[in-house]
């Protein structure tokens, strides 16, 4: 059974791709800030990690940039509203492995989830 970690602040939305998961075999923690999502990363071993960028007390940019300073390899999704070039970016930049667009479609995101699943991160900033 995959386990993801899911940080994102929007409960409505978090509940709805909580369930989502559970109803295909995935078993997803739930965050609602960058901080508290953080700690659950580094006290527990995750396949996936669902990331908002727009999240209250540490962002998203910060949560992930940190992961990888850490030198957690584990894939990041972002997920998020922001659409520009250059939010996606600054998304790749700062070490998640993919991007999707808000609104999406839940079995997209189901795929993705799985697709990432299956290999390690290559975003981890190795000394």
């Known amino acids: 059974m995959l386990n993801v970690l899911l940080v994102e ?3 409505d939305l978090a509940l709805t791709i909580v369930q989502y998961l559970d109803i295909h075999g ?8 960058g901080v508290s999502g953080l700690q659950l ?3 527990n071993h995750y396949d996936v ?3 908002d960028l727009n999240l209250p007390r540490m962002d ?4 992930c940039r940190e992961v990888r300073r850490e030198g957690n390899d584990t894939s990041i999704l972002m997920l998020t509203a922001r659409d520009e070039l250059s939010d996606k970016v600054d998304g790749f930049e700062s070490g998640t492995d993919d991007y999707l667009v808000k609104p999406f479609e839940l079995q997209e995101m189901l795929v993705r989830v799985r697709s990432l699943a299956k290999r390690k991160s290559g975003q981890v900033q190795r000394l």
Not at 60 to 63: A, I
């Open 41 to 43: 990363i580094r006290n």
């Open 49 to 51: 990690i669902l990331l």
């Open 26 to 33: 995935v078993r997803c923690d739930n965050a609602s800030n």
């Open 60 to 63: 998203g940019l910060s949560v």
């Open 9 to 11: 602040d929007d409960q």
